[in-house]
């Protein structure tokens, strides 16, 4: 478990770490980066580097130590859903959420595939907000298999946003994240692919998350606030849009 830095949740809970990239969202992962450093800081837990997909039974147990309810991002180290993850160990970890209903747990996958093969075969306690992830129009179709799974509430992360999402039906979704990529060589983002999807979101009654725009010279507002590090609301690259913070939550 660790305090996290990412502004839609309190803590990060690993109970897998590694993983293998699948898509262009993939290129610059910051889990990536961040075992490396974990690694070289001799952390047990990522000795084996990021390629190696490992589960962690013993953190099984951690959710159950926390005295307060927590907001909790499953496997930020990682995709709960890799095909190299047994299902008895997702069930198991379901089973832990299950048991702590005093949390919200966020799981994220880019595998819609494998989530969808198996979701009739977990128990979606309201506690558990499950998402996918999108870069571009190409990957739609995680969305499409995120609307038939029986989670009380459906997110999407649109992070990077890498090109326009025009065609993004939000039938059954509760929630979008939208983010631009950060650190070196990160990629541009473009207002107009930003502010199609919250058009979108304001229309069908979703809410809407803006997270970042990445780095200063992607946000068309050179004086937004929120670019000075020493702003209460500061994000990679500013957070502004329209002159607005948008930081909403699924109700």
Not at 2 to 19: F, H, R
Not at 23 to 43: D, H
Not at 164 to 184: F, M, Q, R
């Amino acid at each position: 478990m660790a305090e996290s830095s990412i502004e839609w949740t309190e803590l990060t809970w690993n109970p897998v770490t590694g993983c293998k990239k699948i898509s262009p969202g993939c290129k610059f992962c910051y889990a990536e980066v961040m075992t490396r450093r974990l690694k070289a800081m001799g952390q047990e837990k990522y000795k084996d580097g990021f390629k190696v997909i490992k589960t962690h039974p013993e953190s099984l147990n951690i959710p159950f130590t926390w005295k307060r309810p927590k907001v909790v991002f499953v496997n930020s180290m990682s995709d709960l859903f890799h095909d190299e993850i047994p299902l008895d160990y997702i069930k198991a970890v379901f089973l832990v959420m299950n048991q702590t209903p005093q949390h919200i747990y966020q799981v994220l996958t880019k595998r819609s595939d494998r989530l969808l093969k198996v979701a009739n075969q977990l128990n979606w306690t309201p506690n558990i907000w499950m998402g996918v992830s999108v870069e571009n129009d190409k990957y739609l179709y995680r969305v499409d298999d995120l609307q038939k799974v029986p989670a009380k509430t459906r997110f999407l992360s649109i992070e990077p946003l890498l090109g326009p999402v025009a065609d993004l039906t939000l039938e059954g979704i509760n929630w979008v994240i939208v983010g631009g990529e950060s650190g070196h060589g990160a990629r541009p983002l473009k207002y107009e692919w930003i502010e199609s999807i919250r058009v979108n979101c304001e229309g069908n009654s979703v809410p809407f998350f803006f997270k970042q725009w990445g780095k200063p010279k992607f946000n068309i507002d050179p004086n937004d606030p929120t670019i000075d590090k020493l702003h209460p609301k500061h994000a990679k690259g500013g957070c502004q849009l329209n002159g607005k913070i948008y930081r909403e939550l699924p109700n």
